[in-house]
C-alpha cells in the first residue's frame, strides 16, 4: 500500500541523489498544476511547468526553508480571502527567496558542502506555508501543495537526523516593522529544546549562538545577545518552526530569522547572504556535528568503517545467540555490541547501522524492552537503521501482540501451538529471497525451532512486507494441526520508514551452509548512506 513512509521514502530518494528537484522558475508568472506536486513532492519533469517549490538536497546539517519569499501563481488555486483568519497576511517576505539560494551558495564556499534547502515558488496570496492548515489555504489544490512543501521538510529533516543525528532548521522571512533587525524566532526556546538540553542556555542565548554571532557579523539583533527576554510576539516563530524543531522532541532544532528589510535590499544581498553564511559556520562549528555518525572521531567502529552492529543480548536471549554471535565473529566488515534492555533505552543504539534480535522468547524480550525501549528501536529503524530478527527476533518485529515492535507488517498464525517442535523443514524461496540471499536455490533444508508462522497483518501504518521463503514441509508436534505451517512465510523482508527489515522464523545461523544468509541480509538491511 501507498503509505506516508512509502511517500516519505520517495522523497528521500530524491535528496540522496543529491539532485536539485527541480530548477528555480526565473520570473515566472505561473506554476505547474498543483496535482503535479501532490505525489511527491516535485513535479513531472516532463511537464512544461515549474515547481511550486524547489528542494536540494545537502551535504550538512542545516537545512534552509523559506516560506515566503515566492511571487509564482498556482493554477487552479484562487487568491485567499483570510475570513476568520487571525492576524491575514497575503504580503510576500521580499527577496528571501533569492537570500536563502545565495546563502546556500556562501555556506558551500565557506564548508565546501550545500545546506538542504526547500524555497517556496508559489506567493503568500495563494498559500501561506508558515500557518496551521487551517489558516494556511483555502482549496483542495493549495492543500496539496502545502502538503508536500512540508513533506519535503520532514523528510529532509529525516535524513540529516539519520546521517548526523541531529541538525537544525532556519526557516529565513522578511519583516518591514523594524527595518534594521534581524529577530529570533525560536517560540520562546521551544523549538530549541534539544540544543538547549544538548549545550544549554549560551548556545542559544550566547555570544557563540546563531544570533550572537549575527551581532558580530554587524546585525542588530533582538531580543538582545546573552538576555531571555521574551522574542517579539509577532516575529517569535511560526508554524514551521514549531512542527518541524524540537518542542515535542526529537533532535531537529529549529529558528526562525526576520529580516528587515535593510538585509534584503537587491543591491547588498549578496554581502549580507555571505554575512548570514559566516555567522551559521561559526555557530555550526560549535553546536553542530562536523561529521556524519559513521565517520565519528573516537569511534572505533566508525574509523575503521566496520559496519556496527548491535546484538540484543539480554533476558529473552536464548542459547542461539551464541551461534549467531559465532557467525557474525566470521564476518570480517562487521563490528559486533551485546546490548541490553537497558542500554538500547538509555541510548545504546546510536551510531549502529543494524540491531538484530536473537531466537529465545520474543514476549520476554518485548516485554523486558518495555515501550521506551521499543520505541527506541522503532526510531532506530524510522531513521534508517536495520533490523535483522531470527525467531524470537521475527516474533518480536511482528505487528502482532502487546509487546511487538510492529516494524513488520505481520501477523501470526496458530500462536496456540507455537511449541509445535523443533528440527530440520524445507523452505522455497521466492525470486525476492533468491536475489537478497544471493542464492540460485528454490528449495532448501534450514533448522527451524518454533518460530513464528508469518502472514500479512495488513495493517495501513505499516508497508506490506515482501515475501523471501516460505515453508514447503512442517513440523506439528504437541498438538498442533498438521498442514498449518506449510505456504506461510519463513523469510520476510520489509520497509519501516527509511530503514529495511528482514526477518527469519527459522535460523540460518544454526544450520551448515546457510551461515552467508546473515551476512546477506547484513547487507540488505545496512543504512544507506551518501559520500558527500
Ligand atoms: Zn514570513
Not at 526556546?189 to 538540553?197: A, F
Not at 551559521?280 to 566508525?302: C, H, M, R, V, W
Not at 518485548?366 to 521506551?372: A, I, S, T, V, W
Not at 504437541?478 to 519463513?490: L, S
Amino acid at each position: 500500500m501507498k503509505t506516508i513512509a512509502a511517500f516519505l521514502f520517495t522523497l528521500s530518494a530524491t535528496f540522496l541523489a543529491g539532485s536539485i528537484v527541480d530548477a528555480a522558475p526565473a520570473a515566472v508568472p505561473s506554476l505547474g498544476s498543483a496535482a503535479d506536486v501532490a505525489s511527491d513532492g516535485r513535479l513531472n519533469q516532463n511537464a512544461t511547468s515549474n515547481a511550486a517549490f524547489t528542494v536540494a538536497s545537502g551535504g550538512l546539517p542545516v537545512i534552509l526553508t523559506a516560506p515566503h519569499g515566492g511571487s509564482a501563481a498556482v493554477p487552479g488555486v484562487p487568491e485567499r480571502k483570510g475570513d476568520g483568519v487571525t492576524r491575514f497576511n497575503s504580503r510576500a517576505d521580499t527577496n528571501t527567496d533569492v537570500l536563502t539560494e545565495k546563502l546556500a551558495d556562501a555556506l558551500d564556499q565557506k564548508l565546501g558542502k550545500r545546506p538542504y534547502v526547500v524555497v517556496a515558488r508559489f506567493h503568500r496570496k495563494y498559500i501561506d506555508a508558515n500557518r496551521r492548515p487551517a489558516d494556511a489555504f483555502e482549496s483542495a489544490e493549495a492543500k496539496a501543495t502545502y502538503d508536500a512543501y512540508h513533506a519535503a521538510i520532514a523528510s529532509a529533516c529525516k535524513e540529516v537526523t539519520a546521517r548526523w543525528g541531529r541538525g537544525v532548521v532556519l526557516d529565513i522571512h522578511g519583516q518591514a516593522a523594524q527595518p534594521g533587525v534581524a529577530l529570533r524566532g525560536t517560540q520562546n526556546g521551544k523549538t530549541v529544546t534539544h540544543l538547549l538540553k544538548q549545550s544549554g542556555h549560551e548556545a542559544v542565548y550566547g555570544e557563540t549562538s546563531l544570533f550572537g554571532q549575527l551581532a558580530k557579523q554587524g546585525f542588530a539583533v533582538f531580543p538582545a545577545v546573552g538576555s531571555s527576554d521574551p522574542e517579539s510576539p509577532n516575529y517569535s516563530g511560526g508554524h514551521t518552526v514549531g512542527i518541524h524543531g524540537s518542542s515535542s522532541g526529537g533532535t531537529i532544532d529549529a529558528i526562525q530569522l526576520e529580516l528587515g528589510t535593510q538585509y534584503r535590499d537587491s543591491e547588498t544581498i549578496g554581502d549580507m547572504a555571505d554575512k548570514l553564511a559566516s555567522a551559521i559556520t561559526a555557530f555550526a562549528k560549535s553546536y553542530l556535528p562536523a561529521a556524519e555518525q559513521k565517520l565519528a572521531a573516537g569511534d572505533a567502529t566508525n574509523r575503521t568503517g566496520k559496519i556496527a552492529i548491535g546484538v540484543y543480548f539480554d533476558k529473552g536471549a536464548g542459547p542461539s545467540v551464541k551461534a549467531l554471535l559465532r557467525t557474525l565473529g566470521k564476518f570480517e566488515e562487521v563490528s559486533v555490541t551485546k546490548l541490553t534492555a537497558d542500554q538500547i533505552r538509555s541510548g545504546g543504539l546510536t551510531g549502529l547501522d543494524i540491531l538484530m534480535h536473537p531466537g529465545g522468547s520474543g514476549g520476554d524480550q518485548g516485554r523486558n524492552l518495555d515501550e521506551p525501549g521499543r520505541e527506541k528501536i522503532r526510531n532506530f529503524v524510522r531513521e534508517g537503521g536495520g533490523f535483522v530478527g531470527i525467531c524470537a527476533g521475527a516474533y518480536l518485529a511482528s505487528a502482532h501482540y502487546p509487546w511487538s515492535l510492529n516494524i513488520l507488517d505481520a501477523k501470526v498464525l496458530d500462536t496456540q501451538h507455537w511449541n509445535r517442535g523443533t528440527g530440520t523443514v524445507d523452505i522455497e524461496l521466492t525470486s525476492k529471497g533468491r536475489e537478497t540471499l544471493r542464492t540460485t536455490n528454490q528449495k532448501l533444508p534450514i533448522h527451524y525451532a518454533q518460530g513464528p508462522l508469518l502472514a500479512p497483518a495488513n495493517r495501513p501504518e505499516i508497508e506490506d512486507y515482501e515475501e523471501m521463503a516460505t515453508f514447503k514441509t512442517e513440523i506439528a508436534k504437541n498438538g498442533a494441526p498438521k498442514g498449518v505451517m506449510i505456504g506461510t512465510t519463513a523469510i520476510a523482508r520489509g520497509r519501516f520508514g527509511q530503514g529495511r527489515v528482514v526477518c527469519f522464523s527459522p535460523h540460518p545461523e544454526m544450520t551448515a551452509g546457510l551461515e552467508a544468509f546473515l551476512q546477506d541480509s547484513i547487507d540488505y538491511v545496512n543504512r544507506k548512506r551518501t559520500s558527500q
